[in-house]
């Protein structure tokens, strides 16, 4: 049972306007607060890494979505890798790691029972939030549950790099079907290609992109695992085979938009193509999912990262005060890999 | 073994020209045909009944869709309840009925394996290509195995007093599920409400739709039942629940579309309320359920017709050379119930 000697403080970043398109620095103030005396069964967490995913920008928005809006002042949420550092909880020692929702900040009290504790010997401690968390489980049941590839069928996934879609193309190769990975821009391509597996990578930025997608979907399109939207969903949706699944994920290309986007298709035209291909669009969020599929997506993408099956990328930036700007990066496209803000030391690195 | 005892002859109706927006007479020409001599297996048929649907309208474009255009030159396709009137198979002999695909004919030649033996004392031949054909095949199975409605659930349908809609509303009640419907006047509302058992009918022209729609649906909506589309569809969709599904089998409101409908939804805010909302929007034809769920169809139809749980209503226009102007007016919602011509006599009728 190990205490630090004085009061604890905490910094935070706290949302106090509500973006309009791409947030601002001026969205979101920086302050000091102090923590809380740890009632029994809480502990004082350390925020190691801090887990930066597209639903956040939903968050700062009061728009009708599948979440409450974080309230103007409030610390901003999200998942983050903790160093417990004083603890009045048995299961959770000082020096112990574990995954929590503390948000962007450095500090936080919390009780123990909504913390998972971590096992930096099977695995790093960041890919919690990562290929062994939420994007990876977002992966594994959307792509699963919902796209239900076939062997030799075709998967397509847009933003492919990133942690959610480099899972899926990885876990439909692992199920016997073709996966061709949309990223933008060369580097992106060359892992996709070189070190992630995918059958094809292409560029959405190339001006020749619809014949590239053409080229590389020759049989068409079985299952479009859609997280970006856009132009380049469009694009692959005019592909799809008959019966064809897309598992809607994330938005992402739209998320920041002010007005509808010049040359949108109606919707009309989609429900035709899912009238005369027999489609299905299924959107998921993948707490539904949870109860019934937890399990065994760590059992499964335990062992497919343990023997190199799925690889997984991360992108870290140093320091809290760099988060808003690395979110932006996150919504344009700027990263490479699974986003985190290292916020503190991790000591389990070698 | 009967035969007329002279060369037969057929009238028939051709497309000539693909309509551009609303199909046009000029469009279509009337020619009288000789029919070939039967071969063995053949039986020539005298059409009593023939099938008015919505689907002839993507028969007579050539813009890509799930089956062929019908061939400029060629007779309109379509199903057909006929009497046979010569016969060279033993199971078709002459005086029996069947259903058949001759199109907009009034004599056709056709091998016997192409029809169905009728059965006019379990119910009247024309529901062969209603209630218990098609039309209620495609509401039994989309609304079964798509729609999956659960006790208690609110199930919305537009045109909802014709033979798909009003199927669909009344499979809806038989599992347990409140039925609202939407039709287009007060005839068919009233339809509905006294005659059908719908829950609640809206008119889709009342000026106050929307809040009419929202006082039916208190609860929001569970499944949606797509067969128009257009401004109606727009309006049920912004109400549906978390995990709601969308069946979608005809678009009808948007099929003379030539272009885009002023006002339509971007693609980009269906997906996103696809999104938010978890729904699953499932496009079909119900050919793809016929080899597991006919047999269980008919069964179960067969039932629900005999003993009153559903009932349907049919709109009989007499004479072939009117068959143009009642498509016409099936796309405009002009028909109460399923829209049949009646070619020839029905000599089961008492």
Redesign the interface.
């Known amino acids: 049972m190990g205490t630090v000697g004085s009061m604890s403080t905490s910094t935070q970043i706290r949302l106090v306007r509500r973006p309009v398109g791409e947030p601002a620095d001026s969205d979101f103030e920086t302050t000091t607060s102090d923590l809380p005396e740890l009632a029994e069964g809480d502990v004082l967490l350390r925020t190691v890494y801090l887990s930066l995913d597209p639903y956040m920008r939903g968050r700062m928005s009061d728009a ?3 979440a409450a809006p974080v309230e103007l002042g409030d610390v901003m949420v999200g998942s983050t890798v903790c160093e417990v550092v004083e603890s009045r909880s048995e299961n959770r020692p000082v020096g112990s790691y574990v995954l929590a929702f503390t948000g962007w900040q450095s500090h936080a009290v919390v009780p123990a029972r909504q913390t998972r504790r971590l096992d930096p010997a099977t695995a790093p401690i960041s890919t919690a939030v990562g290929v062994l968390g939420m994007p990876g489980f977002t992966a594994y049941a959307g792509l699963l549950q919902i796209g239900r590839p076939q062997p030799g069928e075709t998967v397509v996934v847009a933003a492919a790099a990133g942690p959610v879609g480099s899972a899926v193309g990885q876990i439909a190769r692992a199920k016997g079907a073709r996966a061709v990975g949309i990223a933008g821009g060369a580097d992106k391509v060359a892992l996709l290609r070189d070190e992630l597996g995918f059958d094809v990578a292409i560029d959405h930025r190339a001006p020749d992109f619809a014949d590239q997608l053409k080229a590389a979907t020759p049989d068409g399109v079985d299952v479009y695992f ?1 997280n970006v ?2 132009t380049v ?2 694009a692959v949706v005019r592909r799809m085979n ?2 064809g699944r897309i598992p ?4 992402v290309a ?1 998320y920041n ?1 002010t007005e ?2 010049e040359g ?22 993948q707490d ?1 999912f949870v109860a019934d599929h937890y399990a065994d997506f760590l059992r499964d993408m335990g062992a497919w990262v343990a023997d190199g099956t799925v690889r997984y990328r991360e992108d870290v930036v140093d320091g809290l005060e760099n988060a808003v700007d690395a979110f932006r990066g996150l919504l344009t496209g700027r990263n490479v890999g699974k986003l985190l803000v290292r916020v503190g030391d991790d000591p389990t690195l070698g």
């Open positions: 009708k979505s599948y859609e939207a856009g969903g469009e008959t019966y809607v994920c994330g938005l739209d938009a509808p986007r949108a298709e109606p919707a009309p035209d989609l429900l035709r193509r899912v009238l005369t291909k027999s489609l299905t669009i299924r959107g998921f969020i539904e």
